[in-house]
Each structure stands twice: as C-alpha cells, then as structure tokens.
C-alpha cells in the first residue's frame, strides 16, 4: 500500500489525538484505508463506454463514405471496436483516477460507510467505558470522510456536526492533504466537545492510525 502519512505526520498525530481525547473526554481513532471496494464493474462501464463510443463512430464512417469503402469487412469493425472498448477498461483497471469518472457518489458513499461501520466492529471501537468512542476515516480512492460516533457521544454531537465535519475534511482530502483532513477533523471535535473540567483520562483505544488497502 502507498505511503500518504509520513512517520512525522503519524507521530504528529497520534501526539494530537492524545491531546484532543484529554481535552474532550472521547476515545479517538484515525483510519486511513486506499479504497472501500473492488467496483469489479468500472472496467465494464468503460468497456462498454469504449464499443458504444467505436460502434457510433463507424456508423457515421460507413454512412459518409460508404462510396469510399462500400465493402469494409463486419470483422473489421468488431475487431476495432473490442479493441477500442479494451483500452479504456483496461485504463481503467490501471489509473484510479480514470475509473473513478465510471463512480457514481451514491456507490462511493455507500461502500465506504459500510466499510466503515465494519471497521468499528471488527476493532471493538464500542469497548470503552462510556460508549465514547469515535472513528475518523478517509477512503482515498473515493474521497469519502466517514464519522462514526458511539452512542455515548448522541447528545454531544450531532447529525449536524459530523455533515460540517465532513466538509471541513473532504477538500483537503481531495488534495491529497491525509493529514490536513485529520487536522481539520480534530480542530472540529476540539471546539465542539472540549469539556470545562477535565477527569483523568485513561487511553482506552490505540491512537495509532489504521491504514489498511482495503477491498
């Protein structure tokens, strides 16, 4: 899996959600993962794409020159358009960011809420004591932020606050700023849930940050 955070970055902010966690009385963790799911099917949009695009294309060859090449074999034109369709699925399977225009933001949004709510069980992230717990995660390939609160934190933090955290993070993630979108997360709970009078707070859940490849 490519690197997004430095070990300074990683060290900066397990430093900072140490010190958001003391100030707000909640159990914070940071979830880096490359992509929510497999989206086996945006090689095919793009294949499809590609024939619809060929097919279209010799049409109107065949009918402004048909004087010109009154004989073009079928064969030939299935072949160049199984080749023409190849090539943008097979880009597509090659750069993110070509098969990420065959994405649409309700698929996006899904997976990677999904993806989310998995991590949180899988990592027992409801195991503390006041049902503090909270996930922060970015999913790189669809440039999704996902927040999930526990229960414990419902009347603290709202529906609301998580959507303006949510775009407080998402353009730098969009950047490619990983840790800038954390920064803004963590201001964003900072000012939202600082409690006036600190307890002794124990580190119930690991500050290090999770990064995972993914589907």
């Known amino acids: 899996m490519r690197e997004h955070l430095s070990d300074h970055d990683r060290?900066?902010?397990?430093?900072?959600?140490?010190e958001t966690e003391k100030h707000t009385g909640t159990q914070i963790v940071l979830s880096v993962i490359q992509r929510s799911d497999s989206y086996v099917e945006l090689p095919w949009k793009a294949f499809a794409l590609g024939v619809s695009a060929t097919g279209l294309i010799?049409?109107?060859?065949?009918?402004?020159f048909s004087a010109w090449y009154p004989?073009?074999?079928?064969?030939?034109?299935?072949?160049?358009?199984l080749a023409c369709g190849a090539f943008p699925a097979l880009l597509s399977i090659m750069v993110p960011r070509f098969a990420k225009l065959f994405l649409s933001d309700y698929r996006a949004e899904v997976e990677v809420e999904q993806y989310a709510k998995s991590l949180f069980l899988e990592r027992?992230?409801?195991d503390t004591r006041n049902r503090s717990g909270i996930l922060l995660l970015v999913s790189l390939f669809e440039h999704r932020v996902v927040i999930l609160p526990d229960k414990g934190l419902d009347r603290r933090l709202q529906e609301?606050?998580?959507?303006?955290?949510i775009a407080a993070m998402t353009p730098l993630l969009k950047r490619q700023q990983v840790a800038g979108a954390f920064d803004a997360g963590l201001d964003y709970l900072s000012d939202k849930l600082t409690?006036?009078?600190?307890?002794?707070h124990d580190d119930e859940l690991p500050n290090e940050i999770i990064e995972e490849k993914g589907v």
Do not use: C, H, K
């Open 195 to 200: 409690i006036t009078s600190p307890e002794a």
């Open 11 to 18: 060290r900066r902010l397990d430093a900072r959600v140490a």
């Open 124 to 126: 027992q992230l409801f």
């Open 160 to 165: 609301e606050d998580i959507r303006n955290m």
């Open 71 to 81: 004989d073009m074999p079928a064969l030939v034109m299935v072949v160049g358009m």
């Open 58 to 64: 010799l049409l109107l060859f065949s009918w402004r």
